[in-house]
């Protein structure tokens, strides 16, 4: 009997319509949990380097992690994963919400999409019955809209629906995947508008079968009501209302322009009541008590949502207030347009304007007031037109297609991709390494068990550690208490807290637990219910699996070799883990360089960042290995920096 797992996945071609249930094989939960490690070992297998982003032989899987549909409280992440057209690698996207549960209560762990439909279909799964079904009629429609209509045809109000808008159909790279405003971006959207796959709904009514049922129960209740009491857990950001961190410490337009004392108490007051004269409500993901997801209902626009972050982007952008934001939030999210990318997309439009270097001809009619531009390139953005089909393949390609100069205005983007708007003074370590060797396009993709900053007393750093349970081991512990000053820290420490990081992130995507619970929430006060020490004992009991720590982290740096033997197979180097050359103000290249020399040996990488053989074999990824030499990528005992291959 399969434990945690349904057993089977759906294969769907859409050139052919062709519909299969396949059972999957039972070891992979055991070398790669599931999520995101199962996804890019069937991309590793079956997704060639030569085969490009809007290939029909590009997958688009849908994976649910080992958890979801356990009484694992927060355990609902679906991972979309699959060729980025905007970076070439391997795109890693994520959602809250309730699709992956109810994916798996339907009887699947994943949805393995290939080819494509010759017009716009959706998917319907009702546990056993699949349909690819006729979209025509939802063209164009925005992604609550489409949600709302399947559901009324399907006459299944309880189907939860994963829909792509205006952006996603014609393939913008900044799209995503909507789903109960929960998004997945970092170009899953465009794949899947590429595919001409609309939407997916999923019912699911069927059970999944728990190894250690009372234990686990007990456990998760116990821990349930522990989440639901601690206010130090759960997207606080999304209910405080001073967002003075943001607003004073992030960069507007085009990632230039810092107001450091932009927050006030009046503005503060403004905006709470902007925001709660227009609540609808606050909700949260399947199997959580949290609710992070502020759901807006603003005059003349369909609801939106935002949490974090999210709601200033925009205005931000666009050097506006919270009511820009609003007023944008509600056409853009219908149009299914990644609202952390998009934003900086459109204010690097704003300033090859100001410059010069778009002029009117590429721009007719072109308003003065940074509002109305932001409406004029996002509505040309999403339907591809003029200026917009260029804007639409983000920063990096918009700035090579439009030359003259245009690459100087690109210095935010990182492996192609946009990063959080952030420039900063001081050289910082640990940061350094995360921003240039992460593989999955966002900072807070990996960032989030260490904290960002030394606390500024010894007495405090003390206390900090004193229960510090999330902790690998003691080590971590002691770097904290004698870090002063963000900036001087040792390579040693930087390398295994940024290996730390990291880890969380990848068992996250594994098991579908939620980075608010986990990976991104220890930085904040330490607490964090689920981490290295407690992970390996809840999958023991959900699945029937033995695992410890080592074992789980050997999971971990199995799923992140793999991940990185994709993005080498598509010729990703040493020279593209480099954080833009404006995001600190003091620099020191030699230093960087000895950090990620120093980085790369810790992960067992050669000295261009390729998993050496040992490293991969000792992970029982000999395939890759195999794959890698066949290739000339690597040679056999090719270990130039002295790598070892175990930490
Ligand atoms: S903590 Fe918030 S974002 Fe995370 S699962 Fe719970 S409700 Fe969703």
């Keep these: 009997m399969r434990y945690a797992e349904a057993g089977y996945d759906l294969e769907i071609d859409l050139t052919r319509g062709n519909i299969e249930r396949v059972e999957s094989d ?39 992690g080992l958890l979801h549909a356990t009484p694992v409280v927060g355990a609902n992440r679906t991972v979309v994963n699959t060729i980025s057209p905007q970076t070439g690698l391997f795109a890693h996207a994520v959602m809250g919400g309730w699709f992956g549960p109810e994916l798996k209560y339907a009887g699947y762990d994943r949805i393995i999409i290939r080819g494509k439909a010759e017009d716009l279909v959706y998917l319907w799964i009702n546990n056993n019955k699949v349909e690819i079904r006729d979209a025509r009629h939802l063209r164009g429609k925005g992604v609550t809209e489409t949600a709302e209509i399947i559901k009324k045809e399907l006459k299944e109000p309880n189907a939860k629906v994963a829909a792509i808008g205006m952006a996603g159909e014609n393939r913008v790279y900044t799209a995503s995947i909507e789903h109960n405003w929960s998004s997945a971006s970092r170009g899953a959207g465009a794949v899947m508008g590429d595919k001409r796959l609309k939407a997916i709904a999923v019912r699911g009514t069927k059970d999944v079968n728990i190894a250690h049922p009372s234990e686990l129960w007990e456990l998760t209740m116990r821990m349930r009501k522990e989440i639901h009491d601690s206010d130090d857990v759960g997207d606080w950001m999304a209910t405080d209302e001073d967002d003075s961190f943001h607003h004073n410490n992030f960069r507007w337009g085009n990632v230039r322009t810092k107001i450091p004392d932009y927050w006030s108490k009046e503005l503060e007051d403004r905006w709470y009541h902007l925001k709660y004269d227009n609540m609808d409500r606050q909700i949260g993901c399947y199997n959580c008590p949290k609710n992070c997801i502020n ?21 931000m952008a666009a050097f506006k207030e919270l009511d820009f934001s609003y007023e944008i939030l509600g056409v853009a999210q219908e149009y299914g347009l990644d609202s952390y990318s998009t934003p900086q997309v459109i204010a690097f439009g704003i300033e090859l304007y100001d410059v010069g270097i778009l002029t009117d001809k590429d721009m007719p009619n072109f308003p003065a007031d940074p509002g109305e531009r932001t409406w004029y390139l996002l509505e040309r953005i999403v339907r591809r037109e003029g200026i917009g089909d260029v804007l639409a393949n983000g920063v990096y390609w918009a700035a090579r297609q439009i030359g003259k100069g245009a690459e100087a205005y690109d210095h935010n983007t990182i492996k192609k991709f946009e990063q959080v708007p952030i420039k900063l003074r001081n050289f910082n370590p640990t940061y350094f390494l995360m921003y240039a060797t992460g593989e999955k396009g966002n900072i807070t993709q990996i960032e989030g068990s260490f904290p960002q900053d030394p606390l500024p007393t010894r007495e405090e750093r003390e206390e900090f550690v004193k229960d510090w349970a999330a902790v690998p081991d003691e080590r971590f512990k002691n770097w904290f208490v004698n870090w002063e000053k963000r900036h001087i820290i040792s390579n040693e420490a930087s390398c295994a807290i940024v290996d730390w990081n990291e880890s969380m992130h990848y068992i996250d995507d594994a098991t579908g637990i939620c980075a608010w619970l986990s990976s991104f929430n220890g930085q904040f006060c330490g607490y964090t219910p689920y981490h290295i020490n407690s992970m390996s004992h809840i999958i023991t009991l959900a699945t029937g699996i033995e695992f410890d720590k080592d074992k789980l982290w050997k999971v971990f740096r199995r799923n992140r070799n793999l991940v990185r033997a994709i993005n080498i197979r598509r010729g990703m180097r040493r020279a593209d883990e480099r954080p833009p050359a404006d995001h600190w103000e003091i620099r020191d290249e030699e230093r960087e360089q000895k950090l990620l020399s120093d980085y790369y040996k810790y992960k067992g990488w050669t000295m261009d960042g390729i998993p050496t053989k040992e490293t991969l074999d000792n992970l029982g990824l000999n395939y890759v290995s195999e794959d890698l030499m066949r290739r000339g990528i690597l040679t056999d005992g090719q270990d130039p920096g002295g790598a070892g291959s175990e930490q």
């Design 26 to 64: 039972p070891k992979l939960a055991e070398l790669h949990l599931g999520g995101q490690g199962i996804n890019a070992k069937i991309i590793f297998d079956r997704v060639g380097p030569e085969v490009k982003p809007f290939s029909p032989d590009n997958l688009l899987i849908f994976g649910t």
């Design 295 to 315: 759901v807006l209902s603003y005059p003349g626009r369909k609801r939106f949502g935002y949490k974090c972050y999210g709601k200033a982007t925009y205005h």
